[in-house]
């Protein structure tokens, strides 16, 4: 069983940063394709980013540019750096793990971005 844990969300201003982290609970997390996806108030949860066990990216065209995913395989760690956060950017952020067929998810983290 895999359990994700988000953390690093929170109120930042129009043009700021954060930092988001992913903990992998799982073995063998270099396996999984990880992901960040978002969700914002009465729209559908959508892809930010990904990156694969061999460390190739896939973004959005929205953030890219702007956001970096980045992985730790020795720490079972998967983070997403935000930069010029915009208040479009607001939504709960989730975790996703991905391996043949079997995806897993994490609770989420509120990213607000507001003056």
């Known amino acids: 069983q895999v359990q994700l844990v988000e953390s690093g969300g929170g109120l930042v201003q129009p043009g700021g940063s954060l930092r988001l982290s992913c903990a992998h609970s799982?073995?063998?997390?270099?396996?999984?394709?990880m992901g960040w996806y978002r969700q914002a108030p009465g729209k559908q949860r959508e892809l930010v980013a990904t990156?694969?066990?061999?460390?190739?990216?896939n973004y959005a065209d929205s953030v890219k540019g702007r956001f970096t995913i980045s992985r730790d395989n020795a720490k079972n760690l998967v983070d997403l750096q935000m930069n010029s956060l915009q208040p479009e950017d607001t939504a709960v952020y989730y975790c996703?793990?991905?391996?043949?067929?079997?995806?897993?998810w994490g609770k989420g983290t509120l990213v607000t971005v507001s003056s």
């Open positions: 996703n793990a991905e391996n043949r067929g079997y995806v897993y």
């Open positions: 799982g073995r063998l997390f270099v396996i999984y394709t």
């Open positions: 990156i694969t066990p061999g460390g190739t990216t």
